[in-house]
């Protein structure tokens, strides 16, 4: 039997299925980092990760050579795979530039996650990602998600008790920010692009204890249908 959604499906018997991902059949796609692909890491010890790698096919792989700050990639953490995780004090990992340059807005991505609870803190941010003037912050002054391309859009409650799928559309004044499939709020971070990617921290500073599943970015905005398939895979995939 064959249960399809968008360009998302479930293919096989109740005892043995498989799910096929969507994500390389969306244009636009310019990051695809996914926790539980071992195939995509290189480690320098004791799951300590040193280099992960991008299975978009742009070759934006991200690194950590100092071994005292890499991440940890810690085996069975949601629903039976694998998650990248910070220790909030100085793990981060990153790269500098994309290939091809900087992503403009309308750009989409989404990240399964578990919110940061502790880190070092510099006016309450706790970083998710960042990536110049392109960020995804826990503000812990006043307990909201935080999109900013420029400028601040702060939005909802934290919860950094559960993994949960987060879907951010950066599009200068209606810029989206969904949790959960659930759009959640539309507002303005302003219009800057993303250029590389830091995670767990902003400039090697403002470290988290975030925890990673998997970061999907696309530089375009998606259809609803496409947008909706994304996140039924990662939800299915994760468990969510």
């Not at 742009?58 to 810690?74: D, E, F, K, M």
Request: aromatic share 10%; no cysteine.
């Amino acid at each position: 039997a064959s249960v399809i959604s968008g360009t998302a499906s479930v293919v096989g018997t109740p005892a043995t299925w498989t799910l096929e991902s969507p994500v390389t059949l969306i244009s636009g796609l310019k990051l695809w980092l996914d926790a539980d692909d071992s195939s995509t890491f290189t480690f320098s010890s004791s799951n300590l990760v040193s280099q992960w790698n991008d299975k978009s096919g742009q070759g934006n792989h991200i690194s950590q050579a100092t071994t005292a700050y890499q991440p940890l990639r810690v085996l069975n953490a949601l629903s039976g795979r694998a998650t990248v995780q910070a220790d909030g004090t100085n793990d981060y990992i990153s790269r500098s530039t994309f290939t091809g340059g900087s992503i403009s807005q309308i750009s989409t991505a989404f990240i399964v996650l578990k919110m940061p609870d502790s880190g070092v803190d510099v006016s309450g941010n706790r970083y998710v990602y960042s990536s110049a003037d392109h960020l995804f912050i826990a503000r812990y002054t006043t307990n909201q998600n935080l999109m900013y391309a420029g400028a601040e859009y702060k939005v909802g409650s934290l919860d950094t008790t559960n993994y949960l799928l987060y879907t951010l559309e950066y599009n200068g004044a209606s810029s989206i920010f969904r949790r959960a499939k659930t759009t959640i709020g539309t507002g303005n971070p302003s219009t800057s692009g993303m250029n590389g990617v830091e995670l767990f921290a902003s400039g090697g500073g403002q470290m988290s204890n975030a925890k990673i599943a998997e970061f999907i970015v696309y530089d375009s905005q998606l259809s609803t249908a496409d947008r909706d398939s994304i996140e039924t895979y990662l939800t299915d995939k994760w468990g969510l």
